[in-house]
């Protein structure tokens, strides 16, 4: 790669020699040419994203200084063999990221410990070829996946189908509501297919991520789209952000809570730590009344009156009152 550059380079200080440019300028500009194609190569990410079918992602090692762009074609390393998948949309800021993977490589929906797998090279035009070639095979198997299933009088539900690469490994998805003992059907698949079986149970959440499809929203569900992994979420997330607990409205096209519930959680925890507790007793405006919410958004809380009435006050205000209230008890017990 480096022979290639120098000669392109001697070629070019040729042509400027040609046109009559001061020897100078022309030494200039070689040098200032190979400073940027070494800084180029130094800039390479040292983790890609790469993207499976089913909208699965992971991140992986570049150890060998692949120039790789969004949409391209790669081999990388499985834990059996090889596989193949399109490099995700790449981010040129390499430091300052929030959960970027050339900052954090574990965020990438992987185990504590496990081994994060290397880039090999640049998929070929034999390799998408071949990649093609095991799509246009995968309904069949499922096909006749679903019938050693029902063969076998299995309680589960089949999801999807999944050929590696190198055809080294076949993985069924499914779904199901108990343990299934599928051991017979291992063995069935096996002897049709010839290959190593892997059967990957998956949740209502992977359900749909591998089906895809449009949220509340009108966008392309999250988990689909750019998540690279599920996060624990409750009802609290909700109650943080001062939204009504009303679950056709709070839940996902998976049945479960919304993952966007996380999004801003973290803004709302640490802003309401300057805020008072909702339920807590205030005297304001010479009357006696209850904090029933606060909005963290526009800095306000309201109050609900004994008498009646629900007045809005700024958080400023609120914390005024407070402290009155606390300086008051003070000199009362003094």
């Known amino acids: 790669m480096e022979k290639h550059q120098g000669s392109l380079l001697k070629k070019e200080l040729k042509a400027l020699q040609a046109e009559g440019q001061d020897i100078n300028d022309m030494t200039h500009y070689m040098q200032h040419t190979m ?5 180029s190569a130094t800039d390479l990410p040292k983790y890609f994203k790469v993207s499976f ?49 050339s900052t954090e490589p574990e965020f990438n929906n992987r185990k504590n410990g496990e081994t994060i797998h290397k880039l090999l090279r640049k998929a070929s035009e034999k390799d998408v070829g071949i990649f093609h070639g095991n799509r246009r095979e995968e309904p069949e198997a499922f096909e006749k996946a679903l019938e050693l299933i029902t063969k076998n009088k ?32 291992v063995k069935d698949l096996a002897y049709v297919f010839r290959t190593r079986i892997e059967m990957r149970q998956i949740g209502v959440r992977d ?12 966008q392309q569900l999250c988990c689909s789209r750019f998540m690279d992994g599920f996060e624990p979420v409750t009802t609290q997330y909700a109650k943080d952000q001062n939204l009504p607990i009303n679950p056709s409205k709070l839940s996902g096209a998976c049945g479960k809570l919304k993952c966007c519930l996380c999004f801003e959680w973290n803004f709302y925890s640490e ?34 009156f004994e008498q009646g009435g629900t007045e809005i006050y700024d958080i400023q205000t609120i914390k005024k009152a407070l402290k009155k209230m606390d300086s008051d008890h003070k000199e009362r017990k003094n």
């Open 35 to 39: 400073d940027q194609s070494e800084e």
């Open 271 to 304: 802003s309401l730590k300057d805020y008072p507790s909702v339920g807590i007793p205030i005297v304001i405006a010479d009357a006696v009344g209850t904090l029933v919410s606060n909005d963290v958004l526009n800095g306000r809380c309201a109050v609900s």
């Open 207 to 218: 359900y749909a991520r591998r089906l895809d499809g449009q949220g509340p929203c009108g």
């Open 53 to 101: 079918k089913g909208n699965r992602r992971e991140t992986y090692l570049n150890t060998d200084d692949l120039n790789l762009h969004s949409g391209d074609y790669v081999i990388v390393e499985a834990e059996l063999g090889e596989d193949i998948g399109l490099i995700a949309p790449v981010c040129n800021k390499t430091s300052g990221c929030n959960r970027c993977p």
């Open 154 to 185: 299995l309680n589960m539900k089949l999801v999807d189908v999944e050929f590696q690469f190198d055809r080294r490994k076949i993985t069924f998805f499914y779904t199901a509501e108990e343990r299934i003992d599928f051991r017979q059907l």
